[in-house]
């Protein structure tokens, strides 16, 4: 109950839950499969993987981060960012974070295709990257305006994630893209430094463009690699 509070005065991480929740569901009507999918629906529903011949759409750097593998994957994801949401869309304001969403999330999908083997494509795709960049953005603020606590918190969560991922890969098990939550997590810090910069609110006007434009954009890049194949 606590969480579904909390997403109550964060209606754009709601929005964000619903539209990730969405693309999982007509993946899963269309592939006939619930539990998770193969690599070839995943590329299908616009799931980035650098080094595939021919060579991909960028728009999927952007995409990718609004699909995910199965449903475990969705499950965390959308769970922590219910949780990041309700703290940190009230601190960065709506329209920066859905631009923080998207940004954070396309970043660490560039990142991690400039670190992929070449030659050897590799599918990538979740939030994580977002959400990473998400907490970063959060870290930074709460940090920079004195808050500490949050801080600490909000840093515990990102070495947690870091931990686990680059554990994983020491260990030869590729679940986890480490590049796209670093790449996602720098970008984050910078938002959030850059809107400590600006203390004051954003007029409301700039908000709703903002969210309009993050939203507008990430349609774009699913209807460009939808209609393009690629």
Not at 32 to 59: C, K, M, N, Q, Y
Not at 95 to 111: K, P, R, W
Not at 188 to 213: E, F, K, N, Y
Request: proline residues 3%.
């Amino acid at each position: 109950m606590r969480w579904f509070r909390g997403l109550k005065q964060a209606p754009v991480t709601a929005v964000l839950i619903v539209i990730n929740v969405l693309v999982y569901v007509l993946m899963a009507v269309l592939s006939a499969h619930a539990l998770s999918f193969d690599g070839r629906t995943l590329l299908v529903a616009g799931a980035s993987a650098p080094g595939a011949e021919p060579a991909l759409s960028h728009w999927r750097w952007m995409t990718a981060a609004f699909i995910h593998v199965n449903l475990l994957h969705i499950f965390m994801n959308m769970w922590v960012l219910g949780q990041i949401g309700a703290i940190s869309e009230k601190a960065l304001g709506r329209g920066l974070f859905a631009a923080t969403y998207v940004v954070t999330g396309t970043l660490g999908n560039v990142l991690s295709a400039a670190l992929a083997t070449a030659g050897q494509p590799t599918i990538s795709a979740g939030a994580s990257g977002a959400i990473m960049g998400l907490i970063g953005a959060a870290a930074t603020f709460a940090w920079r305006t004195g808050q500490r606590g949050a801080a600490k918190a909000l840093a515990f969560n990102i070495l947690f994630v870091l931990g686990v991922g680059l554990s994983l890969s020491v260990r030869g098990i590729h679940l986890v893209d480490n590049a796209a939550h670093i790449g996602g997590l720098l970008a984050g810090a910078v938002i959030g430094l850059g809107r400590v910069a600006v203390r004051r609110p954003m007029p409301p006007a700039a908000d709703r463009v903002l969210v309009a434009s993050s939203f507008g954009l990430a349609a774009l890049a699913f209807a460009i690699v939808q209609l393009t194949g690629r």
